[in-house]
């Protein structure tokens, strides 16, 4: 039991100082000033502090836990070169402060990891969630008789090949997934472009067809909806009827699936109450999302080179057998 525990504990450790570094090099990459104002105390730099609340959500705690469990990891300190642990509210306070572009171009170089200037994704799935904003219990819902919980619908465009998020917008209404995809689909194609986006009944509509084919210049596969077998109205809807793609659709399940993991990984909660925060928060889910996919990208990459330089070495060691001269 105790070997596991130790295996356990060192595992997590190495998770966390590979999360640390890769936070560390894109967080330096968007030229961040060290200090928001020339009347800072200075005890710590805004890129610490950024990596601080990026692993927070990484490691999926509250503020007062975090800190708790960052005072015992000394490698964490020496890495991020901490004079002091600091307290909770410094953290609460600094994603208060820092403004929203500065977490859209880290989002942007997240991203970027995953590509060279000139690649395209070839498919781009388009789905919408929610992430709730309460924290009361059910039994005080049920006790009040207000069940359902505010919640900010968020709609996210996932590259299917790499799994990796391209885009996101986020509203403090329930507003119709149309309304999203218009703003989204510019965005994401403005990051990386699109062969092709797939999409599922919700955002079926003629403007979102004609967007995507005369203005982004790429292919639609979105289902019909039809009301008493009735589906006229538009030439791509109508196309969309006729010739519809089985082999491509499918693979808008992909955006569903990120959700999933999203929600289990880094919570589908949000702590703030003011909309500008939680739409911050929002934005350090789909950055902490895409570098947890860097990393298991960097581990399949060391696993896959570790197990064929050692079928070579196994061949060259039958080589070698089969070769061997027999003495007589």
Request: hydrophobic share 35%; aromatic share 10%.
């Amino acid at each position: 039991m105790c070997s596991k525990r130790k295996e356990t504990t060192k595992r997590s450790a190495s998770r966390n100082i590979r999360f640390i570094q890769t936070a560390q090099s894109v967080v330096k990459s968007i030229h961040l000033n060290p200090y928001s104002c020339k009347f800072s105390k200075k005890t710590y730099t805004q890129h610490q502090l950024l990596v601080l609340v990026l692993f927070k959500d990484f490691r999926n705690q509250h503020y007062r836990e975090f800190i708790e469990d960052v005072a015992d990891m000394v490698h964490v300190q020496e890495l991020l070169d901490l004079p002091i642990i600091p307290h909770f509210t410094t953290l609460q306070k600094f994603l208060c402060r820092i403004k929203s572009l500065h977490l859209r171009l880290i989002f942007r170089k997240t991203v970027n990891l995953f590509y060279s200037s000139d690649d395209s994704s070839r498919i781009t799935a388009l789905d919408s969630s929610g992430f709730t904003s309460g924290y009361c219990s059910h039994y005080f819902s049920e006790r009040t008789g207000k069940i359902r919980k505010h919640f900010l619908k968020t709609t996210i465009s996932v590259d299917t090949d790499n799994q990796v998020i391209t885009g996101f917008v986020a509203s403090n209404s329930r507003v119709h997934d149309t309304r999203h995809a218009a703003k989204l689909l510019r965005q994401c194609h403005n990051i990386r472009k699109s062969d092709c986006y797939v999409m599922d009944k919700g955002y079926d509509s003629e403007a979102i067809h004609r967007l995507i084919r005369e203005d982004l210049h790429a292919n639609s596969v979105i289902p019909v909806r039809s009301w008493k077998n009735d589906s006229s109205g538009g030439t791509y809807r109508k196309e969309m009827a006729r010739q519809f793609n089985n082999t491509v659709y499918p693979r808008r399940q992909i955006v569903e699936t990120k959700f999933s993991v999203m929600k289990r990984k880094f919570s589908g909660d949000l702590k703030a109450r003011i909309f500008l925060i939680q739409m911050k928060e929002i934005t350090g889910k789909m950055i902490v999302c895409n570098l947890h996919r860097h990393l298991q990208f960097l581990i399949m990459e060391v696993f896959y080179r570790a197990k064929i330089s050692s079928l070579k070495g196994n061949y060259n060691y039958i080589y070698s057998l089969n070769h061997m001269p027999i003495r007589v």
